[in-house]
């Protein structure tokens, strides 16, 4: 079963109809830089077929979320940061300011970063 959504620029990269500076690709997935980097290294990861978010997994997506995380450990290897370390974060719905609807993982490195990752624009729900 393959899902595509016309509308969704994430698609469109991975069908080839937007260029994207591809990082590594399989049957299940692919990685490229993002446009607008906020740190050395850093990668987006998405399924080839669309699902919008993390909370849109279902029964049956075991194999592509798998596959994710395994190529996320391959980019980390083919950019340099396997040793120095990084970071693998997934914006998932509007408190997480995730901005494409098609599921995505950033994976960040090649910098020492922060924690907590919220920068001073908290709201507290309740
Ligand atoms: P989000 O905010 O949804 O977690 O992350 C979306 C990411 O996609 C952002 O970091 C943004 O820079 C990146 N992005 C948006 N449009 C494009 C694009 O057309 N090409 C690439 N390579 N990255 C994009
Ligand atoms: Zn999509």
Not at 1 to 17: E, N, P, Q
Not at 27 to 37: E, I, K, T, W
Request: charged share 15%; net charge negative.
């Amino acid at each position: 079963m393959s899902r595509y959504d016309s509308s969704c620029i994430f698609c469109k990269i991975a069908a080839g109809h937007i260029p994207a500076s591809v990082v590594y690709r399989n049957d299940h997935v692919l990685a490229f830089r993002d446009l607008n980097p906020v740190a050395p290294t850093h990668v987006l990861i998405i399924p080839i077929e669309h699902i919008p978010s993390l909370s849109n997994l279902a029964a049956g997506d075991e194999e592509v979320a798998g596959q994710i995380l395994m190529a996320a450990r391959t980019v980390a290897g083919m950019t340099g940061v396997l040793d120095s370390g990084y970071r693998l974060v997934f914006n998932n719905g509007p408190d997480a300011l995730q901005s494409v609807g098609h599921i995505h993982a950033h994976l960040i490195g090649g910098k020492s970063m922060g924690w907590p990752p919220f920068a001073g624009h908290e709201v507290i729900h309740g």
